[in-house]
């Protein structure tokens, strides 16, 4: 370009400037900006349909963004809605039932076990998804973070929540004429999200960490959530410099480098926001590694009050519930020693904590790693995944944090993800539970209540169902219109890829499959047998669509060639119409998808599907589920309300899994699925799929809901992790002090405690008759009372009723004899016939969290 031509642009450039005139809310409609500025909106359709009963198009156009509409929308339109007396009579409504939810207080279940006045849970997640017009979050993890503030705002918990602010967010994807995936990254300015500044002093509050050479500054901000704040913390102030302002641009992106200063900022800098707003929770739950660095800060902290490291450690950990989502370990995040030294140094040398001691925390398998996982776990004394089966391969994954104690004893438990109803359920289904069972929503903790499904006249059911699966259908062509004119595909081309979808006098059976584009979830298994699928698909009398969306990560490549693949088996002359690719998954496309389709497809490889939550929307809109018993399902699943693919035992080959797993699914759609859907008689459906659709309904939605879930958190994590926290911290630390002192000795002399057989027991005994069991122990040093001796007892017989868990009994000291200590017991059989018994002893002591949490173990 030469520099005669620049000019001119300049010129041109110059004359052309924006400004936004934002329009004045009139007085009658003042409350539209608080409500604006409150999630409420984001599971409450009667804030949402006032914003689009004031302007439907912009409303569609500015994406559901509340703030954003409000700059847009024009001053005429505004003053046209505070003149229209049906508006202000809806806007009245919704106000009255927001403030309504809003003054609600805890139910008396929650005063009891978290006492609003002396407790508090603060919850750390690195992404949090509660609507598509706040787009920081990337998929599964967000969603469940997002749901699981709605649910504690829902049953009044005393709750706050701690994340990044991510100025571009996850990216927005489109797929071009080739099937490629192209990520676009646009900036949000805070204005235009549901945020405000957190402000001290008359200025927004700001913390530091020390990061290499240089003080990181973050901004914090608040997020409404109904009864609940969400504090966000954003790099981007002028104190950084110009890279440092980008730390916090987007979610999962950049280096190692950038991920291990976003979590440093996180966890410590999310530490240090809520201690500069005097905010002190009781209980602490670390959702994913991401936010784990918290236990370091909140270490320090501890140790200011005249605690030792591993004293703090220990009031630290007692409070802290980790729970980790990744059933694989390419999952986790793991860093290298020098990048931890370099990144994390600055921060552990101000603050007085041993490097080397903080590495050791995240230590895994000895390779010279800092795994965040690790930190986690050593750092909390209440774990838990996300599932029954994901527990189970948690313990087993993250065993050796527990090195002497087997698997299945380690503290590792779960709690299976659920969904937040009001967010996810249709607003035509809510209104028809209004009227068969108009107190549905304090009810969704009692499945015995939703009984009430079966009630609803079929015909009412299924017309609810057609309606939401129209609506669907019109998206769908909304959406393959833009994209395909977009890649320049003709308009008769992009008719037919619909004809099928919105046929009325067919009304095709469709199935969804719509998640992130990560390998392990398969979202191709379905096309192993192509000319099988094929004659499934097109049979004229019995046609079948399948819908599929979703977003790899833009560095996953066999992610996007997944992509590719549907798209181009999408554009095959046979198979047009019959295969649809959507692009730019995001909250608002998975609200439209789930609530319209006849069936809800998964396909995970077993057993890596963590929980899987879309299934569980899916369900509570009606669709029936068609997944693989893995995550969530392997517990949903019950014979009755949907479908399962047994997976293969996952010691076979993966093609072979893969080639056995495709033919079941195939082999269900032909000879259930497709059969039952079509199945219509004289009323123009199926009878037999409404009444499997309203089992899968009435089963689901009470089991796998989130207020059943943080029910479950309070109960079996913060109630106890509160409690466990005051403890040890009273006295100044004193209960923390001597676990920390016991635990050094129990480390220093476990080496040399050794435990066997006293004498020889009987292998034979009559049912009444009492055996006398005795070890004998070497100490090393430690006393009697430092331990546990305990017998396990297992069956070996099937014949026996059942599976009961192992008995167990404990031995007593019983005096000393040659340098040893005796311990003994006397027990009774508890299994009748043959039954296997073991002796063992760990290091017991009263202040513990749970027996078995030093992993130290040892066997007669
Ligand atoms: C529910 C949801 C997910 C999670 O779905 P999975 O079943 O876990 O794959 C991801 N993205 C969006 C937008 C969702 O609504």
């Known amino acids: 370009m030469t520099s005669n031509h620049r000019e001119v642009l300049n010129m041109h ?51 559901h963004n509340p703030k954003l509409f409000l700059r847009r929308v024009s001053q005429h339109r505004l003053e046209e809605a505070a003149a229209d007396r049906a508006f202000l009579a809806e806007y009245r409504r919704v106000l009255s039932s927001y403030d309504a939810y ?63 602010l991510y100025q571009q967010g996850y990216f927005m994807q489109t797929i071009d004429a080739q099937g490629q995936q192209v990520a676009r990254y646009q900036c949000h300015d805070s204005d235009e999200l549901p945020i405000s500044p957190v402000e001290q002093d008359g200025e927004q509050l700001k913390i530091s960490v020390p990061f290499p050479g240089r003080e990181l500054w973050a901004r914090v901000w608040q997020a409404r959530v109904g009864h609940i704040r969400l504090y966000l913390l954003d790099a981007n102030t002028p104190e950084n410099n110009e890279q440092d302002r980008e730390l916090t641009l987007q979610l999962y992106g950049g280096d190692s480098d950038t991920r291990i200063s976003q979590e440093i900022l996180l966890g410590i800098g999310g530490t240090r926001a809520l201690a500069a707003l005097g905010i002190k929770p009781t209980a602490w739950h670390i959702n994913e590694g991401h936010a784990a660095f918290q236990i370091l800060e909140r270490c320090r902290m501890a140790m200011e009050h005249g605690l030792s490291f591993e004293a703090a450690l220990e009031s630290v950990a007692a409070c802290t519930l980790f729970t980790t989502h990744t059933p694989v370990p390419a999952g986790h995040d793991i860093f290298p020693r020098d990048l931890v030294a370099h990144a994390l140094g600055p921060y552990t040398e101000t603050a007085g904590l041993d490097f080397d001691r903080v ?58 993800n659920g969904v937040h109803v009001s967010t996810f359920l249709a607003p035509e289904w809510a209104s028809l539970f209004e009227m068969q069972a108009p107190t549905w929503k304090s009810e969704l903790r009692n499945p015995d209540f939703w009984n009430f499904v079966d009630r609803i006249p079929d015909y009412h059911y299924w017309s609810v169902h057609k309606a939401l699966k129209q609506q669907m259908a019109e998206f769908i062509v909304r959406r393959l219109r833009r994209q395909h004119q977009r890649n320049g595909t003709g308009h008769s081309v992009t008719e037919r890829m619909t004809r099928k979808l919105v046929s009325p006098e067919k009304d095709a059976m469709v199935i969804g499959f719509a998640r992130r584009f990560a390998t392990y979830k398969r979202a191709t298994l379905i096309f192993s047998d192509l000319p099988r699928l094929e004659r499934l698909l097109t049979d004229p009398d019995n046609p079948v669509v399948l819908v599929f969306a979703g977003k790899a ?63 569980e929307k899916a369900a509570m809109n009606g669709a029936l589920n068609l997944s693989v018993l893995d995550g969530w399902w392997g517990e949903g699943y019950d014979g009755n309300n949907g479908w399962a693919i047994a997976p293969r035992d996952i010691r076979l080959d993966q093609e072979f899994r893969n080639r056995e797993e495709a033919r079941d699914l195939l082999d269900l759609l032909e000879m259930e699925i497709i059969p039952l859907y079509y199945k219509r008689e004289a009323q123009g459906y199926s009878k037999d799929w409404v009444a499997r659709s309203k089992a899968s309904m009435k089963t689901i939605t009470p089991r796998f809901n989130s207020q059943r879930m943080v029910m479950d958190y309070v109960r079996n994590y913060y109630q106890p992790a509160s409690a466990q926290g005051h403890r040890l911290a009273a006295n100044k630390g004193e209960l923390a002090n001597e676990l920390a002192q016991w635990k050094a000795r129990i480390r220093a002399a476990w080496h040399g405690v050794n435990i066997q057989m006293h004498g020889c027991v009987t292998d034979r005994c009559n049912w009444d008759e009492e055996v006398e069991l005795s070890v004998e122990v070497a100490l090393n040093g430690l006393a009697p009372e430092d331990i546990r001796v305990e017998c396990v007892v297992s069956p070996d017989c099937t014949g026996s009723h059942g599976e009961p868990g192992p008995d167990s009994f404990i031995l007593e000291p019983a005096g000393d004899q040659d340098g040893k200590t005796l311990f003994s017991a006397r027990i009774k059989a508890p299994y009748p016939g043959l039954q296997t018994l073991r002796l063992r002893a760990y290091p017991y002591h009263d202040a513990l969290t749970h027996p078995l949490e030093m992993g130290a173990m040892l066997w007669a």
């Open 13 to 63: 450039k110059a004359t052309e400037f924006r400004l936004e005139a934002r329009p004045q809310l009139p007085e009658a409609l003042h409350r539209l900006g608080e409500l604006a500025n409150d999630l409420f909106y984001s599971w409450n359709h009667g804030v949402r349909g006032l914003f689009a009963r004031i302007d439907l198009r912009l409303w569609q156009k500015v994406e």
């Open 102 to 164: 809003v003054e609600a207080g805890p139910g008396a279940e929650v005063v009891e076990l978290l006492n609003p006045e002396t407790s508090l849970v603060a919850y750390f997640c690195a992404e949090f998804g509660f609507h598509e017009s706040f787009p920081i979050y990337s998929g599964g993890l967000g969603i469940l973070a997002g749901d699981h503030c709605k649910a504690a705002s829902d049953l009044g918990l005393p709750f706050v929540a701690v994340g990044l």
């Open 359 to 416: 590495f050791e925390l995240g230590a895994k398998n000895g390779d010279g790693t800092f795994n965040m996982t690790s930190l986690g776990l050593r750092g909390s004394r209440f774990h838990n995944g996300v599932s029954r089966i994901h527990g189970g391969v948690a313990s087993e994954m993250e065993g050796s944090i527990w090195p002497q104690i087997p698997p299945e004893e380690n503290p590792i438990g779960y709690i299976t």
């Open 553 to 615: 990560h833009p560095k996953d490549n066999p992610g996007q060639q997944l992509i590719k693949v549907i798209h181009d088996l999408s554009m095959q002359p046979s198979l047009m119409g019959h295969i649809i690719l959507l692009e730019d998954y995001d909250q608002a496309m998975a609200r439209r998808l789930l609530s319209g389709v006849d069936v809800w497809l998964n396909t995970p490889e077993y057993p890596k599907e963590a929980s899987g939550t879309s299934g």
